[in-house]
């Protein structure tokens, strides 16, 4: 019994060991894992990817948390880079806590970005003394004032892809200047230093724009710029003066009388020779009375004077040569000279180039010092009397004044080429009984130094006196007033007859057109006074080409809307309500004239571009291939001057009929 017993005591354990029922250790429990992660800041750009030990990567498109798929085994190394920063805009991220070893979950992992910037300067150059109040401005903002020539810089700058714009928000004061940007505007996707700012007068770069174009062929003749004149108190002229504020029943007879005087004076004075470009008709009634009391008192001066009197002529349907012939008209103006002696030479030509162009060009020059020049015709019944016609012309003494001749000389020498005898020149001398033909190419005037230090730069066209493939090259002061207005950065002013040339189907300027669009666009407000619709002067003449100031309002539109960037819609219908200032003339509270019952008639040939350049002369905005001829100013008293005696109140009246603008009763685009 015994001996079983201890037999299956020593059984039991073999047997419990073979069915697996021992006390050995159990396996060790699998490693711990551990996520990585953490937070984002500062992101405003797209396509930003996180790696994790160079893989696992991770794309995140929002501020906040972020954790990897991927886990890290406890104990084991993670690092958290940048694989592919930011874009739109472009930015750099920056890791801090990125690498470290893992022992619990991370989430303290900083992922911090920053918009990539860019700063905006360049050069300004030409810029005269050290505190002349040069400032600049970028997007509206972040003021620069600059005090010297060379580089500079904003202080604040553009996020990668933002827009910037320079501009001028004070010019240069002491001494006065007309500073223009160049590169002012574009994308930012590198730091910006090619922005230019040039204080050379503006003329100086309408000039230098000008040389360029024609390779220099008319510089001198066709357009001129001279630093020696004087633009005194009597710079404007402006007819019928007086008249702001006032009731057209009380205008008085005789206002406009003062040009007749002025032009008087001017030929009274002369040394050498007069010049006088007008169109067809010839001077008549108190102007040919003042022409003639002129050429009076130098007759009896008894100085050699040499007179050249040419009016365009239109071509009119029962005589092919004008209502006019020069010969008649030399015959008439010195009859009352034959008498008196003297040592005068006369010579009247009646200019046309073709069926469609003539000369348009008004002025007055005397010795190549002084000078009349503008948009006046010298026509008593339009300008003297009942209903007269609204106009500007410009006084001024200087150099200007000698190359205006030689504009003049060109014409001349077309006149002289003509072969029928009817078209050639008339001319009479002191002691001749009798008109006779003969016709002076040259005036051979001597130039000699002005008397002041204003800049002006004198600018005509010839049209197609040279040809009809001389056009391109000899009409600069088309391109001097496109340079102009596309030179604008807040305002144009412009007073002009009409902008439209026909009634039914109007034609228009294009190029001139198309840059007031763009200057709309740009945010600058554009001014304008025409004529009114069915305006007529007192000799009942029409003052208008039939387009009506509605139809202008359209084109205008139109034209907005064809360019790139053109706001649609109610933006643009909202963008002409506030910044086209549409109407027609107005100087009083009367809107006609009581006897004839005319409507006014406007017939200056002005504009002006950001209170820093000015035009005065004879040529229209509308298309009509004539001669004219006419000056950009720039001098700021000059123009302070131009905007108190003349816009300032021209607006102050008119702009109770506008049809258009912030300042207008009823917008018409709506």
């Known amino acids: 019994m015994k001996a ?45 990817v996180l790696q994790d030990n160079g893989g696992d990567n991770l794309s995140v498109s929002a501020n906040g948390s972020f954790t990897f798929k991927t886990s890290v085994t406890s104990g084991g190394a993670y690092s958290v880079t940048v694989l592919t920063q930011p874009s739109s805009p472009a930015q750099t991220c920056a890791v801090t806590n990125g690498s470290g070893t893992a022992t619990a979950n991370v989430t303290n992992v900083q992922v911090a970005c920053t918009t990539v910037t860019h700063t905006i300067g360049g050069t ?15 997007n509206g903002g972040d003021t620069l004032n600059v005090d010297g020539n ?136 108190q102007f040919e009375n003042g022409i003639q009391s002129g050429l009076e008192k130098l007759a009896s001066s008894g100085r050699h004077v040499r007179v050249r009197i040419l009016a365009g002529y239109p071509p009119f349907p029962l005589d092919p040569f004008g209502l006019e012939k020069q010969s008649d008209y030399l015959e008439g103006l010195v009859k009352p000279l034959k008498s008196l002696g003297g040592n005068l030479e006369i010579f009247v030509a009646a200019q046309r180039t073709t069926l469609v162009s003539w000369n348009h060009a008004k002025m007055v ?79 051979e ?18 049209g197609p006196l040279f040809g009809p493939l001389s056009t391109k090259h000899s009409n600069p002061a088309d391109y001097a007033m496109l340079l102009s207005f596309q030179s604008a950065q807040a305002v144009i002013r412009i007073a002009q007859q009409d902008l439209g040339f026909g009634p039914l189907l109007p034609l228009y300027w294009e190029p001139g057109m198309q840059e007031i669009a763009k200057a709309l666009i740009r945010g600058c407000d554009v001014y304008i006074v025409l004529s009114n619709d069915h305006a007529k002067s007192g000799s ?36 002409l309500c506030e910044k086209l200032h549409l109407t027609t003339l107005r100087f009083g509270p009367s809107d006609k004239w009581p006897d004839p019952p005319y409507e006014f008639a406007n017939h200056s040939k002005f504009f ?18 004539l001669i004219e001829y006419g000056v950009f100013i720039s001098d700021s008293a000059a123009v302070q001057q131009m905007r108190e005696e003349y816009w300032d109140e021209l607006w102050r009246y008119s702009k109770r009929v506008a049809i258009s603008g912030s300042d207008a009763p009823a917008c018409h685009f709506k």
């Not at 047997?15 to 937070?39: D, E, K, N, R, Y």
């Not at 000015?614 to 291939?625: A, K």
Request: aromatic residues 8%; hydrophobic residues 35%; contains cysteine.
């Open 150 to 285: 060379g580089s500079f810089t904003f202080a604040t700058a553009i996020d990668d892809g933002g827009a910037y714009a320079v501009t001028i928000s004070m010019q240069p004061s002491n001494p006065a200047q007309t500073c223009g940007v160049t590169n002012g505007t574009g994308t930012a996707t590198a730091n910006v230093t090619n922005v230019m700012v040039d204080c050379t007068d503006f003329l100086e770069t309408l000039y230098r724009v000008l040389q360029a174009q024609d390779g220099g062929r008319w510089d001198g003749v066709g357009y001129a710029l001279t630093h020696d004149n004087q633009l005194g108190s009597g710079l404007v002229a402006q007819t019928p003066p007086g008249l702001w504020g006032m009731k057209a029943e009380d205008y008085k007879i005789g206002a406009g009388d003062f040009m007749v005087s002025r032009i008087q004076d001017l030929i009274a004075g002369a040394e050498d020779f007069v010049d006088i470009t007008t169109l067809h008709r010839f001077p008549y009634g």
């Open 445 to 462: 005037v001597k130039k000699v130094p002005g008397p002041g230090q204003s800049s002006v730069l004198g600018a005509g066209r010839f």
């Open 608 to 625: 002006m571009v950001d209170d820093k350049v000015f035009y005065v002369g004879s040529e229209n905005l509308y298309p009509s291939d």
């Open 4 to 48: 079983r017993f201890y037999l299956l005591a020593a059984i039991i354990p073999f047997l419990l060991s073979a069915c697996g029922g021992g006390s050995s250790t159990p396996p060790p429990p699998p490693p711990s894992q551990f996520t990585i992660g953490g937070s984002v800041s500062g992101l405003s750009g797209t396509g930003l």
């Open 540 to 575: 009942g003449g029409d003052y208008t080409t039939g387009t009506t100031v509605a139809q202008t309002a359209d084109k205008i539109k139109e034209k907005v809307k064809s360019e790139l960037g053109a706001p649609e819609d109610k933006k643009l219908t909202e963008l």
């Open 365 to 443: 020059a005397v010795d190549g010092t002084r000078a009349i020049v503008g948009g006046e015709n010298l026509w008593d019944a339009d300008y003297l009397e009942k209903a007269p016609v609204h106009d500007l012309n410009v006084e001024l003494s200087g150099s200007a004044v000698y190359h205006m001749h030689l504009f003049a000389d060109e014409i001349w020498k077309s006149v002289c080429g003509y072969k029928t005898l009817a078209w050639k020149p008339a001319y009479w001398k002191s002691g001749a009984k009798a008109v006779t033909r003969e016709c002076l190419a040259a005036s």
């Open 124 to 138: 300004v150059s030409n810029l005269v003394g050290t505190n002349g109040g040069l400032q600049l401005l970028d």
